[in-house]
C-alpha cells in the first residue's frame, strides 16, 4: 500500500531537491572559477599589451578562451559520466548556459568580422550579468545575483569609459560575476559535503 503524499511532505521534498541541486551547482565553481581567471587574465593582458605597444596584434590573448572551452568540454564530460542524478535545476541551469556560450560565439564571430571590438565589449558586460543573475534566482544563491547586476551596471559605466579602459571593466566584471561566487561555491560545497 502506498502511503499518500501530505502537503509537508510535498514541502519537504521540494526543499530537498533544492538543497541537493544547490549542493550540484556548487560543485560547479570550477567553471566560474576557469571563466572568470581566463576572462581577467585575457582582459588586464590585453589591457597591458595595448599599453605597452611591443605587441602586433594584442587581441590574440583572447585566443586563452578557447583553451578554456576544451577544458570545459573534459570537465564537462568527466563530471556527467560521474553523476547518477540529474536534476531539473541542473538541467535549467545547463540550457542557460549553453544559450550563452552560443550567444557569445555567434556576437564574437559577427562583431569579429566588423572589426568593431569597441561595441562588443558592453554588450560582453551586459551579457555576463544574464546567466549569471538567473543563475544565482534558481539556486538561491545571492552572490551570483550581485555578480549579475554588478555586470549590468558596468556595461552602462562602459558606455562613458574611454574604450581602452573598458578592458579593466571586464576585469572587475568576472571578479564580481565569477571568481568571488566561485570561490563562495566551493567554500559553500565544501562546508555541505565535508562539515
Not at 174 to 188: D, N, Q, S
Request: net charge positive; glycine share 6%; proline share 3%.
Amino acid at each position: 500500500m502506498e502511503k499518500e503524499f501530505s502537503a509537508n511532505d510535498s514541502i519537504a521534498l521540494i526543499e530537498e531537491m533544492i538543497n541537493k541541486a544547490k549542493s550540484n551547482f556548487s560543485d560547479d565553481s570550477f567553471l566560474y572559477l576557469l571563466w572568470g581567471w581566463v576572462i581577467f587574465i585575457c582582459s588586464v593582458g590585453h589591457f597591458l599589451l595595448l599599453k605597452s605597444g611591443l605587441v602586433k596584434n594584442p587581441e590574440y590573448i583572447w585566443v586563452l578562451t578557447w583553451i578554456a572551452v576544451l577544458v570545459q568540454i573534459f570537465y564537462i564530460f568527466k563530471v556527467e559520466k560521474k553523476k547518477r542524478v540529474k536534476t531539473y535545476t541542473d538541467e535549467i541551469i545547463g540550457y542557460l548556459w549553453m544559450t550563452f556560450g552560443f550567444t557569445m560565439f555567434f556576437i564574437t564571430i559577427i562583431l569579429g568580422y566588423t572589426s568593431n571590438w569597441v561595441t562588443l565589449y558592453p554588450l560582453l558586460l551586459f551579457l555576463y550579468g544574464t546567466p549569471t543573475f538567473l543563475s544565482g534566482v534558481i539556486i538561491k544563491f545571492m552572490p551570483l545575483k550581485i555578480g549579475g547586476i554588478s555586470c549590468w551596471i558596468l556595461a552602462f559605466v562602459a558606455k562613458f569609459t574611454p574604450n581602452i579602459y573598458i578592458l579593466l571593466l571586464l576585469a572587475l566584471a568576472v571578479i564580481a560575476a565569477w571568481i568571488i561566487p566561485g570561490y563562495l561555491l566551493k567554500i559553500k560545497f565544501k562546508k555541505q559535503n565535508h562539515g
